[in-house]
């Protein structure tokens, strides 16, 4: 779905650097990429943090994969086909707001591994953060909030991640946190403290 259709295209530089931008935020762009089941908190914590963050002054912006599916990706289903565009494009979306000096957070299940690889592979290491929601299947679908789960059991929703479809979790993410075990405040802490030890915001 990646190969490149478009030709005698050239990419133009801009006359203001990322740098200045940056040092116009006082901020360095960056990704953090929450990952996990459904229901297990991504969302949740994405906003959390944005909130914690903007209170501090700073620039954020939270993609939600509900959200993007309303718009951008209203024309991908859930086949891994679809799976792999959808973050495809996530990823260079994200690119580009890091790019511009955004702590810019994605909120998407992204089950496959190779897909995440590709996302982190578009920005420089340090400013790709993956944070695992590691909540355990059973206590996702004790939330529900959607009632997903009950329609995937079902059988009327199918390849939905965790139930007929796999979840293939990050082998060394920066970040795993438990949304069973702590409390939202304690998991957004943790995030904002890997953003400042890695000085891409002040501490």
Same mark, same amino acid.
């Given at each position: #779905? ?7 295209i050239t990419?133009h530089e801009?006359?203001?650097t990322?740098e200045d931008?940056?040092?116009?935020l006082?901020q360095k762009?960056c990704?953090?990429?929450f ?17 914690t ?6 620039? @954020? &912006? ?5 959200? /993007?599916r309303h718009?951008?990706?209203k024309n ?7 799976r792999?565009?959808n /973050?495809?494009? /996530?990823?260079?979306?994200?690119k580009?707001?890091?790019d511009?000096g955004?702590?810019v #957070? @994605?909120?998407?299940i992204?089950p &496959?591994?190779?897909d995440r690889d ?7 290491d340090?400013r790709?953060?993956?944070v695992?929601v590691?909540?355990?299947?059973e206590v996702c ?10 329609k995937a059991r079902a059988g009327?929703?199918?390849e939905f991640t965790?139930?007929?479809?796999? &979840?293939?979790a990050p082998d060394?993410?920066e970040l795993v946190i438990? @949304?069973?075990?702590s409390t939202?405040a304690e998991?957004?802490e943790?995030v904002?403290k /890997? ?5 891409l915001?002040?501490g």
């Amino acid at each position: #779905m990646a190969d490149r259709k478009s030709t005698n295209i050239t990419w133009h530089e801009g006359a203001i650097t990322r740098e200045d931008r940056e040092k116009l935020l006082d901020q360095k762009g960056c990704v953090l990429w929450f990952t996990g089941l459904s229901a297990s908190g991504k969302s949740t914590l994405a906003l959390e943090v944005e909130n914690t963050l903007h209170g501090r002054g700073r620039l @954020t &912006y939270v993609l939600d994969g509900d959200n /993007i599916r309303h718009g951008l990706n209203k024309n991908l289903g859930f086949s891994p086909a679809d799976r792999e565009e959808n /973050i495809r494009r /996530i990823g260079e979306v994200s690119k580009l707001f890091a790019d511009s000096g955004v702590i810019v #957070m @994605t909120a998407f299940i992204s089950p &496959y591994r190779a897909d995440r690889d590709t996302a982190r592979a578009l920005v420089e290491d340090e400013r790709f953060i993956e944070v695992f929601v590691d909540c355990p299947l059973e206590v996702c679908e004790e939330r529900d909030p959607k009632g997903l789960y009950k329609k995937a059991r079902a059988g009327e929703i199918p390849e939905f991640t965790g139930i007929s479809a796999p &979840y293939e979790a990050p082998d060394h993410p920066e970040l795993v946190i438990n @949304t069973a075990e702590s409390t939202l405040a304690e998991c957004s802490e943790s995030v904002v403290k /890997i953003l400042e030890d890695r000085g891409l915001i002040p501490g």
